[in-house]
């Protein structure tokens, strides 16, 4: 893939059932009932933080998105995190750099918004750490999380500026 064979528009100017056949394509039947659908429940993906990556004949080919989650400590308090993903890409241009796209993009909108506080949110994440360690995500901070339903420790990342913010235990979920 080359720069001028890549256009990134916002997701909200894709006609979600297109959305929607391209998360099927990428994560297959039962896609709903993951873990990260039930993190996120009831909440809606940030616009801003939400973008389609279109191939040279303009066709979808990979998206990304964003939502507001909180991690609810010991004390009830919670703690308002950003829930990236899902990160999706066809499974035939898969290799080609459009997650990594999707991924800058994405995190240079994250910088952007948060330019006039001290640091964006933290970003949370259930993927593959060797790929998105290149993005600065970590499970580093996250032993002491629970999610509600099953999910491989390993697999659940935090990218944060300063992770002594973070709680060493608590639970995520949706931030409405």
């Given at each position: 893939m080359t720069d001028a064979a890549l256009s990134l528009i916002?997701?909200?100017?894709?006609?979600p059932e297109l959305v929607e056949q391209l998360l099927d394509?990428?994560?297959?039947?039962?896609?709903?009932?993951?873990?990260?659908?039930?993190?996120?429940?009831?909440?809606?993906?940030?616009?801003?933080?939400?973008?389609?990556?279109?191939?040279?004949?303009?066709m979808l080919v990979a998206t990304i998105q964003a939502y507001p989650v909180a991690l609810t400590d010991a004390a009830g308090r919670p703690h308002p995190m950003l829930m990236i993903g899902p990160v999706a890409v066809l499974p035939e241009r898969q290799g080609e750099g459009f997650g990594r796209a999707l991924m800058a993009a994405q995190?240079?909108?994250?910088e952007a918004l948060a330019a006039n506080s001290a640091a964006p949110l933290p970003q949370v994440l259930i993927g593959d750490e060797p790929y998105y360690s290149k993005f600065g995500f970590t499970?580093?901070?996250?032993?002491?999380?629970?999610?509600?339903g099953p999910w491989d420790p390993k697999r659940l990342l935090v990218r944060c500026a300063n992770p002594a913010v973070l709680p060493h235990e608590g639970t995520l979920g949706p931030w409405n």
């Open positions: 916002p997701l909200e100017g894709v006609d394509r990428a994560f297959g039947p039962g896609r709903q009932s993951r873990t990260a659908y039930k993190v996120r429940e009831g909440t809606q993906a940030l616009p801003a933080l939400s973008f389609a990556a279109l191939d040279e004949d303009d995190s240079a909108a994250i499970a580093q901070h996250t032993g002491g999380w629970t999610l509600p």
